[in-house]
């Protein structure tokens, strides 16, 4: 493990006032390549300005390459932030609410000397179709259906259906002639300047039939509060309390996918961090007799969030990422500065770490990376084609079947499952 580069990570985001290890050249390079390695080059630049203003130097023309990097992610999260924005407006208008999901929502999260500084990606939207007087649910919602070259055609769809729909619509309206890629979750929408989107008709999946089921209700009935709430940067995101749940699921999804990288274990050690101080700020209320049931927004206790995440078959994992958020992003001079702690357990954890399986999570980010692009371990396979990619996937969640049986079991059936549904739809 990179011990150092934790170290630093650290000294980036406040959790550590110094730096005990002088760093050589070779230092310095290493940190750069676990920081691109991680997706992390914006969060890891914040500590060389840190270390430089202390008379620690990254060395000239390393520092200089990586300062472009970075002035190149701000402005890229600007440019994502408007399109959030204007994505939110138009989906409104032709009547849908919609939700930022993981991405340029993070962002929010972060301290403000951090969030422009946070890697961005594509933009995940999660849509679903207005019920209210102008778009009655039993009404459905009209979609334009080219049916020849100068008849157009208005059919009504419902629910998922009238997301895909509309999606495809939009394929049709910018004369995309090849069919959009689908997934078990969302659908691949015309990009705006180069930026992928992605339009979610659930947020979230998981391989076992029943605990699928499950978490799409539990997602459904939720879907409304997501929705209403709003931030000033013109878009909606996910609730804390409902963010904490969904981007454990979105965690545990790309653990057994392909990999998982610190940069969406970053994320989610914000997101942790803005709910406990949601919790908290609810507990001060109530203490005064200033917020009661059906006032404010509520916000779901740590065993009402694990509770949820039990029902998914996700406690384990839970347990395992509260080890790796403890080991990477906190040290025991941060822990001792808070009287909360008891041992390993801060106060802003979900549930109390589990090192085994911790250990085990924190190995496989430190050899795949960033969603698992630098994962060496049959690479051959994994860009061979459809059949030597399948069999590299289920090796892969085949290792991992003594911690997650149930999810390593039903892998080889879902995917069947999943080859019929995108061909159906």
């Known amino acids: 493990m990179c011990k150092y580069c934790f170290d630093i990570l650290q000294f980036a985001i406040g959790n550590r006032e110094s730096i005990t290890k002088e760093l050589s050249h070779s230092d310095w390079l290493g940190f750069f390549e676990f920081c691109k390695k991680q997706a992390l080059l914006g969060i890891g630049f914040t500590a060389v300005e840190k270390?430089?203003?202390?008379?620690?130097?990254?060395?000239?023309?390393?520092?200089?390459?990586?300062?472009?990097?970075?002035?190149?992610?701000?402005?890229?999260?600007?440019?994502?932030?408007?399109?959030?924005?204007?994505?939110?407006?138009?989906?409104?208008?032709?009547?849908?609410?919609?939700?930022?999901?993981?991405?340029q929502g993070n962002l929010l999260n972060y301290p403000e000397d951090l969030?422009?500084?946070?890697?961005?990606?594509?933009?995940?939207?999660?849509?679903?179709?207005?019920?209210?007087?102008?778009?009655?649910?039993?009404?459905?919602?009209?979609?334009?259906?080219?049916?020849?070259?100068?008849?157009?055609?208005?059919?009504?769809?419902?629910?998922?259906?009238?997301?895909?729909?509309?999606?495809?619509?939009?394929?049709?309206?910018?004369?995309?002639?090849?069919?959009?890629?689908?997934?078990?979750?969302?659908?691949?929408?015309?990009?705006?300047?180069?930026?992928?989107?992605?339009?979610?008709f659930r947020p979230a999946f998981t391989r076992s039939p029943l605990r699928f089921r499950r978490m799409d209700r539990w997602f459904k009935n939720h879907a409304d509060e997501c929705m209403q709430n709003?931030?000033?940067?013109?878009?909606?995101?996910?609730?804390?309390?409902?963010?904490?749940?969904?981007?454990?699921?979105?965690?545990?999804?790309?653990?057994?996918?392909?990999?998982?990288?610190?940069?969406?274990?970053?994320?989610?050690?914000?997101?942790?961090?803005?709910?406990?101080?949601?919790?908290?700020?609810?507990?001060?209320?109530?203490?005064?007799?200033?917020?009661?049931?059906g006032l404010g927004t509520p916000v779901m206790s740590k065993e009402e969030v694990m509770a949820v995440l039990r029902s998914f078959g996700m406690k384990k994992f839970a347990s395992a990422v509260m080890y790796v958020l403890h080991e990477v992003f906190e040290n025991e001079e941060c822990r001792m500065k808070n009287e909360e702690c008891i041992l390993s357990f801060a106060p802003w954890m979900i549930c109390e770490p589990n090192e085994k399986e911790g250990r085990k999570l924190?190995?496989?980010?430190?050899?795949?990376?960033?969603?698992?692009?630098?994962d060496e371990r049959g690479k051959e396979f994994k860009n061979g084609g459809m059949i030597k990619h399948g069999l590299w996937k289920l090796k892969r969640v085949m290792r991992l079947v003594s911690s997650y049986p149930e999810e390593a079991m039903w892998e080889p059936m879902f995917r069947v499952y999943h080859l019929i549904w995108r061909l159906i739809h």
């Open 230 to 293: 709003n931030t000033k940067m013109g878009f909606s995101v996910p609730t804390t309390s409902i963010n904490v749940v969904y981007q454990l699921t979105h965690l545990f999804t790309h653990y057994l996918d392909e990999g998982l990288g610190l940069r969406q274990l970053l994320d989610y050690y914000y997101a942790l961090k803005v709910w406990h101080n949601d919790v908290m700020e609810c507990k001060d209320l109530q203490s005064q007799g200033m917020w009661s049931e």
């Open 51 to 103: 270390l430089h203003a202390k008379g620690v130097t990254c060395p000239l023309e390393l520092r200089m390459k990586w300062m472009t990097m970075v002035f190149q992610i701000e402005r890229q999260n600007t440019k994502l932030n408007n399109q959030c924005g204007k994505i939110t407006s138009k989906f409104l208008h032709d009547g849908f609410s919609t939700c930022i999901l993981k991405g």
């Open 115 to 200: 969030k422009m500084r946070r890697t961005p990606g594509d933009i995940d939207v999660w849509a679903t179709p207005i019920d209210d007087d102008l778009f009655i649910k039993d009404k459905g919602i009209a979609i334009a259906v080219q049916t020849g070259k100068e008849k157009v055609e208005y059919i009504e769809y419902h629910g998922h259906k009238a997301v895909i729909e509309y999606v495809k619509m939009q394929h049709r309206l910018v004369g995309n002639q090849e069919k959009p890629d689908m997934r078990i979750l969302h659908i691949e929408a015309p990009q705006i300047d180069g930026t992928p989107i992605e339009v979610h």
């Open 362 to 374: 924190l190995d496989e980010i430190m050899k795949g990376g960033n969603f698992g692009q630098y």
